[in-house]
């Protein structure tokens, strides 16, 4: 039986390279007079922060630059900015850099506009008020923030990402420009690109999936699984960094309707905890999640490994250990930790972990039913 779907991207996609000089023109369609810039410190190096300001400075936008914010930003560093933030009488948020910039704006977002804390929004259609208009620049390839109407901050109390989504929450333009990713350090091509591949096979076997993120998964996977390696060699290699780009943002289009399962839910604690890059955490976990998946989805995951073109036999449980390997091949190739032992995580500890993962919002739509006694076989496969 399918899954009915209801979609409608509020996002219009504006893809190609130099696409990010159209940005001033972009903003002033939409009315921006006084925007809010946010972008992480690191980017400040790459130039793009001067160029988005110039750009909207010659379309008379004022802009207001905000960066004070670090990975994987959390309530506090958020509730410090607005209060900083509210007295300016902003208009409207730009989003430029990884998903970190990008969960920040729309954190950001739900507090300027609707007042109250971060915690308040947590679910989805929280925001009473309306939210300013909001323009997504990613010089990444991995996150898919750019394409989905959820923020992801972090509690800093109760270790936990929230998940907070409204429809005003999603950007009204999103702007890919592949010669913008072609900045990223290896380490962030690494981990970012790994992110956007467990996106695409996650979504790909949820309880939520309907035909439509089939596609949007099944594309992701076909490009993310044939550049990712392409990309790590040669950083330079520019349509492979646009195939990257637009896999990312594919696979970001389909967690928007078919959410996310247990590798994101067990690889949240890893973040929190450890600090452990999100795709970092998630090399570590996801041919672990396939293998204890398998039971129930083997037959998904062999589309994977064929549309890969890794197995052309009948039996699906091979094609699944295919995809395992290959899986584990690319996280290879990204110098990424193939288990939790070698990042230093210790044994002890996984039970702790695992009542952490039970709390994620994710996990329930893993396809095999998941709980904190799954979490810790999961860990303990991937340890
Ligand atoms: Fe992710």
Same mark, same amino acid.
Not at 40 to 59: H, I, M, P, S
Not at 229 to 245: C, K, N, S, W
């Given at each position: 039986?399918?899954?009915?779907?209801?979609?409608?991207?509020?996002?219009?996609?504006?893809?190609?390279?130099? =696409?990010?000089?159209?940005?001033?023109?972009?903003?002033?369609?939409? $009315?921006? #007079?006084?925007?809010?810039?946010? !972008?992480?410190?690191?980017?400040?190096?790459? $130039?793009?922060?001067?160029?988005?300001?110039?750009?909207?400075?010659?379309?008379? /936008?004022?802009?207001?630059?905000?960066?004070?914010?670090?990975?994987?930003?959390?309530?506090?560093?958020?509730?410090?900015?607005?209060?900083?933030?509210?007295?300016? +009488?902003?208009?409207? /948020?730009?989003?430029?850099?990884?998903?970190?910039?990008?969960?920040?704006?729309?954190?950001?977002?739900?507090?300027?506009?609707?007042?109250?804390?971060?915690?308040?929004?947590?679910?989805?259609?929280?925001?009473?008020?309306?939210?300013?208009?909001?323009? $997504?620049?990613?010089?990444?390839?991995?996150?898919?923030?750019?394409?989905?109407?959820? !923020?992801?901050?972090?509690?800093?109390?109760?270790?936990?990402?929230?998940?907070?989504?409204?429809?005003?929450?999603?950007?009204?333009?999103? /702007?890919?420009?592949?010669?913008?990713? &072609?900045?990223?350090? @290896?380490?962030?091509?690494?981990?970012?690109?790994?992110?956007?591949?467990? #996106?695409?096979?996650?979504?790909?076997?949820?309880?939520?999936?309907?035909?439509? =993120?089939?596609?949007?998964?099944?594309?992701?996977?076909?490009?993310?699984?044939?550049?990712?390696?392409?990309?790590?060699?040669?950083?330079?290699?520019? !349509?492979?960094?646009?195939?990257?780009?637009?896999?990312?943002?594919?696979?970001?289009?389909?967690?928007?309707?078919?959410?996310? @399962?247990?590798? #994101?839910?067990?690889?949240?604690?890893?973040?929190?905890?450890? $600090?452990?890059? #999100?795709?970092?955490?998630?090399?570590?976990?996801?041919?672990?999640?396939?293998?204890?998946?398998?039971?129930?989805?083997?037959?998904?995951?062999?589309?994977?490994?064929?549309?890969?073109?890794?197995?052309?036999?009948?039996?699906?449980?091979?094609?699944?250990?295919? &995809?395992?390997?290959?899986?584990?091949? &690319?996280?290879?190739?990204?110098?990424?930790?193939?288990? &939790?032992?070698?990042?230093?995580?210790?044994?002890?500890?996984?039970?702790?972990?695992?009542?952490?993962?039970?709390?994620?919002?994710?996990?329930q739509f893993n396809p095999r039913p998941f709980d904190q006694a799954a979490a810790l076989e999961v860990y +303990?496969?991937?340890?």
């Amino acid at each position: 039986m399918m899954q009915s779907f209801d979609f409608q991207s509020p996002t219009r996609a504006v893809f190609g390279a130099g =696409s990010f000089q159209r940005l001033g023109e972009l903003s002033r369609e939409l $009315g921006f #007079h006084r925007s809010l810039l946010v !972008a992480d410190r690191g980017l400040v190096a790459t $130039g793009y922060v001067e160029q988005a300001t110039n750009l909207l400075r010659a379309a008379q /936008i004022e802009v207001i630059a905000f960066h004070d914010f670090e990975v994987n930003p959390d309530t506090q560093m958020i509730e410090a900015g607005c209060r900083m933030l509210a007295p300016r +009488e902003i208009d409207s /948020i730009i989003g430029l850099g990884g998903g970190s910039s990008m969960d920040c704006a729309k954190g950001l977002n739900f507090l300027l506009s609707n007042g109250g804390r971060i915690q308040d929004y947590r679910g989805y259609g929280k925001a009473e008020k309306p939210m300013l208009p909001m323009i $997504g620049v990613p010089t990444t390839a991995g996150t898919g923030s750019e394409a989905q109407s959820y !923020a992801v901050i972090s509690d800093a109390e109760a270790h936990v990402k929230l998940a907070c989504g409204d429809p005003q929450a999603a950007f009204r333009v999103a /702007i890919l420009d592949p010669e913008l990713t &072609l900045s990223q350090p @290896g380490a962030v091509t690494a981990t970012a690109g790994f992110d956007a591949i467990a #996106h695409a096979v996650e979504t790909y076997v949820t309880t939520k999936r309907n035909p439509l =993120s089939d596609v949007f998964s099944r594309e992701a996977w076909r490009l993310l699984e044939r550049n990712y390696e392409r990309v790590l060699i040669d950083p330079q290699d520019f !349509a492979g960094r646009a195939a990257m780009q637009l896999g990312s943002y594919f696979a970001g289009l389909a967690i928007e309707s078919s959410m996310l @399962g247990a590798t #994101h839910a067990c690889a949240n604690p890893l973040t929190i905890r450890y $600090g452990t890059t #999100h795709g970092a955490a998630l090399a570590m976990l996801l041919p672990a999640v396939v293998r204890w998946n398998s039971s129930v989805a083997a037959q998904r995951y062999a589309e994977l490994a064929r549309l890969a073109n890794i197995y052309s036999g009948a039996d699906d449980l091979e094609a699944t250990e295919s &995809l395992v390997r290959r899986l584990t091949q &690319l996280a290879t190739a990204g110098e990424l930790n193939q288990n &939790l032992s070698a990042a230093g995580v210790r044994r002890a500890e996984l039970p702790v972990l695992a009542a952490e993962a039970a709390k994620q919002w994710t996990g329930q739509f893993n396809p095999r039913p998941f709980d904190q006694a799954a979490a810790l076989e999961v860990y +303990e496969w991937a340890y």
